[in-house]
């Protein structure tokens, strides 16, 4: 079936560096990914998200790329700051047999920003 | 700033009791889901509505049910609340624009079944 998995973790990164998270993806159907960050004791907050028609999207401080030959996502936190210390998840939009929208989440990578 | 309440946010019971785990969104979104995450690990869909009067299981098996009577109420229940359902359970509400689907998530509700 389908699966969207991380590659690594935890990372841990020195402050002011930038951080690279990665994600792997096996359903080459999906059309839509989004990159959700998650603090301790709260629920998973949108941070961004891309279409399969893009490879490259902006945010503020944020990057995410899309590699559709490879089936690989990243996101890209510039000048990281001790605020961006969180647990990561990617997630891949699907369409259901009832052919409804869900998302399907992967492992989740924890990011540690050393001061 | 997404408005999707879940409460209680901390539930510590014994076996075989009952309980209903709240969530409310203010923003008028027609689809809403309930995830199962433990802790540092990936969520899982237990079940998703699409509408009022419209409840579908999701992708993992639980043992919970929902209800949805009114558009902005997504309740959970477990009849009987064993050790294994301890886990965090989170609410989710989303809205389709254009090709987008961006879930909104309440804070979550962690529970500790005795």
Aim: proline share 3%; net charge neutral.
């Amino acid at each position: 079936g389908e699966s969207v998995g991380l590659h690594l973790p935890t990372l841990s990164v020195q402050e002011g560096d930038n951080s690279i998270i990665n994600c792997a993806y096996s359903n080459s159907a999906s059309d839509y990914f989004i990159w959700y960050k998650q603090e301790s004791g709260k629920g998973p907050q949108f941070i961004i998200d891309i279409r399969s028609n893009m490879d490259k999207r902006q945010g503020q401080r944020v990057t995410v790329l899309l590699n559709k030959t490879v089936k690989h996502l990243s996101l890209q936190i510039a000048a990281t700051q001790p605020g961006d210390s969180a647990v990561y998840f990617c997630a891949e939009s699907t369409v259901s047999n009832f052919g409804n929208e869900k998302l399907t989440f992967g492992t989740g990578t924890r990011l540690t920003i050393i001061p | 700033e997404a408005d999707i309440y879940q409460t209680p946010r901390y539930l510590v019971i014994g076996t075989g009791k009952k309980i209903t785990l709240e969530c409310s969104q203010t923003m008028g979104h027609d689809k809403m889901y309930w995830y199962q995450q433990d802790p540092g690990m990936e969520l899982h869909l237990i079940h998703y509505s699409y509408g009022v009067n419209s409840t579908e299981k999701g992708d993992l098996s639980s043992e919970s049910t929902v209800s949805r009577i009114r558009t902005e109420h997504f309740p959970l229940t477990l009849e009987s609340a064993r050790p294994s359902h301890t886990s965090q359970y989170l609410c989710a509400s989303s809205e389709r624009w254009e090709t987008k689907n961006i879930q909104y998530f309440g804070a979550g509700t962690r529970l500790s079944v005795l």
